[in-house]
Nanobody, 127 residues
């Protein structure tokens, strides 16, 4: 059974930083690309950042490029999202998920199957 647990969210002022963490168990963590997603009420979940199974390639949505950094520690089965220069529009529930496709890379199309979801962690950025 795959379990995903996100943590690290909170309330921060605009311009501040947060670091999200995600652990995934029940699958070979080091064989799956991992992604961060976010969702606000009434909106579809959107992909924010992706990292390949090796960590060698990444993809970022234009809205976070240059401000967010995704990384992974395969020895700890942990994914990270360093968020700097936060804006009020970054306010959302943040989720991480593995791509079900083994040994996958990242792309703007978010190809593959992303459907193992945790409970998410709330990020709120005040202006």
């Amino acid at each position: 059974q795959v379990q995903v647990v996100e943590s690290g969210g909170g309330l921060v002022q605009a311009g501040g930083s947060l670091r999200l963490s995600c652990t995934a168990s029940g699958l070979p963590f080091d064989s799956h690309a991992m992604g961060w997603f976010r969702q606000t009420p009434g909106q579809e979940r959107e992909g924010v950042a992706c990292i390949s199974w090796t960590g060698g390639s990444t993809y970022y949505a234009d809205s976070v490029k240059g401000r967010f950094t995704i990384s992974r520690d395969n020895a700890k089965n942990t994914l990270y999202l360093q968020m700097n220069s936060l804006k009020p529009e970054d306010t959302a529930m943040y989720y991480c998920a593995p791509n079900r496709v083994l040994l996958s890379v990242c792309s703007a199309s978010w190809s593959g199957t992303w459907d193992y979801w945790g409970q998410g962690t709330q990020v709120t950025v005040s202006s």
